[in-house]
């Protein structure tokens, strides 16, 4: 069965950290580059992290140097590291396969939400 399970958000305030996961069944996603997305209402969802099997890392520029993504791929589970949260960064937040020329499947999870609130 495929499946994407997202979890560990919540609110937090300016500055602060979170970590999120992804929990992911299915061998698309423990073979192809894994991304985080996030979507803002009434914004499209962007790709803010990727990283492939091997461990290569993309970011986008919004995010480079606060986020950190890395895998488990003994655990098929991918995770991102938020530290100097920014209230721009209040989204909900998806993985799915992507990054590195590769497209997300059609296989989405049900997200967790994030806000960046003093």
């Known amino acids: 069965q495929v499946q994407l399970v997202e979890s560990g958000g919540g609110l937090v305030q300016p500055g602060g950290s979170l970590r999120l996961s992804c929990a992911a069944s299915?061998?698309?996603?423990?073979?192809?580059?894994m991304g985080w997305y996030r979507q803002a209402p009434g914004k499209e969802r962007e790709l803010v992290a990727a990283i492939t099997r091997g461990g290569s890392t993309n970011y986008a520029d919004s995010v480079k140097g606060r986020f950190t993504i890395s895998r488990d791929n003994a655990k098929n589970t991918v995770y991102l590291q938020m530290n100097t949260l920014k209230p721009e960064d209040t989204a909900v937040y998806y993985c799915?396969?992507?990054?590195?020329?590769?497209?997300?499947?059609?296989?989405w999870g049900q997200g967790t939400q994030v806000t960046v609130s003093s």
């Open positions: 799915n396969t992507g990054g590195f020329g590769v497209y997300p499947s059609n296989y």
């Open positions: 299915g061998s698309i996603f423990s073979i192809r580059p």
